[in-house]
């Protein structure tokens, strides 16, 4: 087994021999390795791709046949399902029709003439750099190691004299056509080369077999990075040495979370964001540097990550010891900076843009850098921003090694407009799905690791929201998390063990919430439980309990959500989950009735108050709600059932029978009524009480 410093060896020899015969099968085993390490490649960055003999269906003759990864794919999680397969010899063939670079965007659309696969994935842009390599397995990386090379004032040199003429240099250009045949022309001026680095851009690797390319791929990458490594502050502190000192990791953490929500309200001026914080060392050590003010405005080299992260960051104001606590004074102080931000991105918009161009698009900032406390990352979705910030720290790492190497240059404004605006980039984002109803949207259900609370939860979540679990029972709520990540993958919820009538806990639920996604946009105020006694039973303590968990509980996810919901700015939604009972009289429920009672009215009240920060709070009055669902626990059903002279077996239809439809009830139905007031279609509706009970004429509101 070879060794490594800087990169990981993860082939696996019997996993390997399993595969012989499938160089298919060999190519994903490898690109799956590969891209399982970011400091080799970033999510959905690369390509890799092999060379087979295959039977042509139409005449029976062997034809050589090139598998690489397809349009928008990751190699880190690339299937054959996700490759293109396309027949070598009419992809060469395309250069007799090349009008030359002005038209090589028309050649994408002739890739089709040459699928062999008629199932595969839509070739990429980067097919024709692996078409005109001779090789059989080649490798298109974005190592850090290499990228800051090539992204080094004085690359070139660096590459020949670290390699010894082994590795070839092509000069930055945008892929396409004309860089495919770059390369090849590269190979034949220097025949025998291991590799080529490309400019400011990233690597090329090969081999005759899967692990031979596997392994030139990471000998590349460790001589690039053990190099950076031998200079780190060899001349200069890294990046200028240390201006300030991080907070405490604790005190990072509240600052950020304090801070997030503005963040977003700004961030969400034209769409709903979702966040990403991080205080990496990596990022630590880049934002408290002297080089900071120098570099950031600068930009990325890299095509993959200013495509990610916008053509430079934002870099806040703050001092890292400020008071927060005055959101207005916070919000007072950091608006110029984002109307700074907006006008330098019209500017560059402007400046750059094409009498073909794509209308100019978010003007906000990606990526917000808080000197002493960390990184903020906001994009439409929660993965998006995470893999927008894990792309900056691969931008982070290329500076670095960079300025170590002699120093870090970017790719100039009009090639980077080029790349972000360029018709083909935009013809991908069109075809990418339209966003769903809750795209964007962070929800709080309280207990909802159960029940109601976790199908409302599940709805939201199919429509596109990132969740925030949160229940009593720690383990019930692992379990919850678990099923969500399952069904919707980890970027789509967090958790917090959560008591509503515990104010510390509230807060921290907030935190979290604001840490994980940035703020939250939709508070549902289910959490629950139920109590039937006659009143002379009925004891101070039920009593107590009732209005604490539905009445004060209510009262105080309210109140601390609302700060969030101001601090963004951005309007909200403000879902109770009431009950019929809090409209209709019934025997053996004093407590349990006047609580629900209480909530329906707070409700209203709160309705009137936050009506003005565009904050609607709307309320969803189930009913015998029996399914899954805690509140039959601990005697209420036994307590109804003696209520109303049936058996506990009973419930469930006699319910059903004293309704209008003669229908049950199930969390399921609740969590449909929860949808109806926030997927877009009432956004003008507050104050309102929706009845999902199968009809009962006495608790009709009007």
Request: a negative charge; aromatic letters at 8%; one cysteine or more.
């Amino acid at each position: 087994m070879k060794e490594y410093k800087h990169v990981n060896y993860l082939w696996d020899e019997q996993k390997a021999k399993s595969l012989e015969g499938d160089e298919v099968a060999l190519l994903l085993y490898r690109s799956n390795l590969l891209g399982s390490d970011l400091r080799i490649t970033n999510y959905g960055g690369g390509n890799t791709s092999c060379k087979t003999i295959d039977k042509d269906p139409l005449t029976g003759e062997e034809v050589e046949v090139m598998w690489i990864k397809g349009s928008g794919g990751d190699i880190g999680t690339l299937k054959k399902s996700g490759l293109a397969a396309l027949y070598v010899e009419r992809l060469r063939n395309l250069e007799n029709v090349y009008r030359g670079i002005e038209h090589e965007d028309e050649m994408v659309e002739l890739f089709n003439h040459c699928i062999f696969d008629l199932s595969s994935k839509a070739p990429s842009i980067d097919t024709p750099l692996h078409g005109f390599l001779p090789f059989k397995h080649i490798d298109h990386l974005h190592p850090d190691a290499a990228i800051a090379i090539a992204a080094a004032k004085d690359g070139k040199q660096i590459t020949q004299e670290l390699f010894n003429g082994t590795i070839g240099w092509v000069e930055w250009q945008k892929p396409g056509f004309d860089l495919g045949l770059q390369l090849r022309a590269c190979l034949d001026e220097n025949p025998g080369i291991r590799g080529i680095m490309l400019g400011s851009h990233g690597l090329f690797t090969w081999g005759d077999t899967a692990y031979e390319s596997y392994v030139n791929s990471l000998d590349v990458i460790e001589t690039c990075a053990e190099y950076l490594a031998q200079n780190y502050g060899k001349n200069r502190p890294v990046f200028g040495g240390q201006k300030i000192e991080s907070l405490s990791a604790d005190a990072r953490r509240e600052k950020a979370a304090q801070l997030a929500p503005v963040l977003r309200g700004f961030c969400s001026s034209e769409r709903h964001m979702i966040g990403h914080f991080t205080d990496d060392d990596k990022v630590l050590e880049y934002i408290n540097s002297n080089d900071l003010e120098r570099l950031a405005p600068l930009g990325t080299s890299c095509p993959d990550h200013f495509l990610r992260t916008k053509i430079q960051p934002l870099i806040l104001n703050l001092d890292k010891e400020a008071d927060l606590s005055d959101v207005e004074a916070v919000k007072a102080q950091l608006e110029p900076l984002f109307e700074d931000y907006r006008a330098m991105y019209t500017e560059y918009y402007e400046t750059c843009k094409h009498d073909n161009s794509p209308a100019i698009r978010d003007r906000n900032p990606v990526i917000i850098l808080y000197p002493g406390v960390g990184m903020f990352a906001f994009a439409k979705d929660k993965q998006t921003a995470r893999v927008a910030a894990e792309f900056y720290i691969n931008a982070i790492n290329v500076m670095k090694g960079s300025e170590a190497a002699s120093e870090y240059t970017s790719l100039p404004r009009q090639e980077a407009f080029n790349i972000e605006y360029w018709l083909l980039e935009e013809a991908k984002l069109q075809r990418m799905p339209k966003p769903k109803a809750l795209s964007g949207k962070i929800a709080l259900v309280t207990g909802s690791a159960g029940g109601i609370g976790k199908a409302i939860a599940k709805r939201f979540a199919n429509e596109g929201a990132v969740v925030l679990l949160n229940d009593l029972n720690a383990e019930r709520l692992e379990g919850a998390k678990q099923e969500f990540i399952d069904l919707f993958g980890k970027d789509a919820v967090a958790t917090a063990v959560l008591d509503v009538t515990n104010q510390e806990q509230i807060e921290e639920a907030l935190k979290e919430a604001a840490l994980a996604f940035g703020g939250v946009d939709i508070v549902v105020n289910n959490a629950g439980l139920s109590i039937s006694k006659s009143i002379e039973d009925h004891t101070q303590k039920d009593w107590d309990l009732l209005y604490d968990v539905l009445v004060k509980g209510q009262f105080l996810v309210t109140q601390g959500t609302t700060k969030v919901l101001k601090a963004q700015s951005i309007g909200g939604d403000i879902i109770n989950i009431v009950s019929k009972n809090a409209l209709v009289s019934g025997p053996n429920n004093a407590g349990y009735g006047s609580a629900k009672a209480a909530q329906l009215h707070l409700s209203r009240l709160n309705a009137a108050e936050l009506g003005a920060e565009k904050i609607r709070v709307n309320v969803v009055n189930p009913d015998a709600v029996i399914s899954d669902s805690n509140i039959w626990a601990g005697g209420w059903a036994e307590g109804r059932a003696k209520a109303y002279g049936v058996t506990v077996e009973e419930l469930p239809a006699y319910y059903a029978k004293r309704t209008l439809l003669n229908e049950i009830i199930l969390p399921d139905d609740i969590a449909n009524a929860c949808f109806a007031f926030v997927g877009g279609n009432l956004n003008k509706s507050t104050g309102n009480v929706l009845n999902v009970d199968g009809g009962v004429a006495m608790a009709f509101v009007r």
